[in-house]
């Protein structure tokens, strides 16, 4: 079995559905979601599912090996950020495969304080034509890992943050699930 762990700052929309996708794999386990935020949705979505779910504080995250170690001990093989705020510490990265999902076209609209709505509200303001997703590799640097996939859709001219992060949402939940089990496949870990 592959473990996975899955970090998110917010509503988990995205969490819950790669548990979805998970749930009943050969191969692949989502064993505990963990999250920066004590009241973030996501801790209730994954209660729900019968994932154990966790908060964290930044001491416990930055400069600190108790996590590295736990995760650990869960023979953790994969860290997926759905919607995780926090840039990811150098020590982590060593530790562990982390990948992320981007809800714009890198390297365009990413970087430190690019995270959900505040993305679109960009992409909308500037009259982009079109957005998308990026599925990334995580390094030691904000949105900067090596790519694993985009995929674009169209932005309209009479799209609002709200109706952009809707569409967008409609591709992750297509897609991610699925960059990540193909990760898993193209590494041999599956
Ligand atoms: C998702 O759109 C994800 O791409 C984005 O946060 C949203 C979380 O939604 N991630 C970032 O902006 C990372 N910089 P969710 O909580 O409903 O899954």
């Known amino acids: 079995m592959k473990n996975i762990a899955i970090f998110a700052s917010g509503a988990g929309s995205n969490a819950e559905n790669i ?3 998970f749930q009943n794999h050969p191969n ?3 064993d505990s979601v963990w999250s920066n935020k004590k009241d973030a949705y996501v801790l ?6 019968g994932v154990e779910s966790r908060y964290f504080t930044r001491e416990q995250f930055i400069g600190s090996d108790q996590m590295i170690a736990e995760l650990q001990l869960r023979n953790i093989e994969l860290v997926v950020l759905a919607g995780f705020l926090w840039l ?4 982590f990265v060593d530790a562990f495969t982390v990948i992320n999902i981007h809800p714009a076209l890198l390297p365009a609209y990413g970087g430190k304080g690019m995270y959900g709505l505040i993305v679109h509200e960009s992409v909308v303001r500037n009259r982009e034509k079109e957005s998308g997703i990026t599925i990334h590799l995580v390094n030691k640097e904000y949105d900067k890992g090596e790519h694993l996939l985009q995929v ?6 009479d799209d609002t943050s709200e109706t952009l992060a809707a569409r967008i949402h409609e591709l992750e939940y297509k897609f991610f699930p699925k960059a990540i089990e193909d990760y898993l496949i193209r590494n041999k870990s599956l």
């Open 19 to 21: 548990i979805r996708y």
């Open 152 to 157: 674009k859709c169209p932005v309209f001219p």
């Open 88 to 91: 990811v510490p150098p020590e």
């Open 28 to 30: 692949v386990h989502i």
């Open 44 to 49: 209730q979505r994954a209660a729900n599912l």
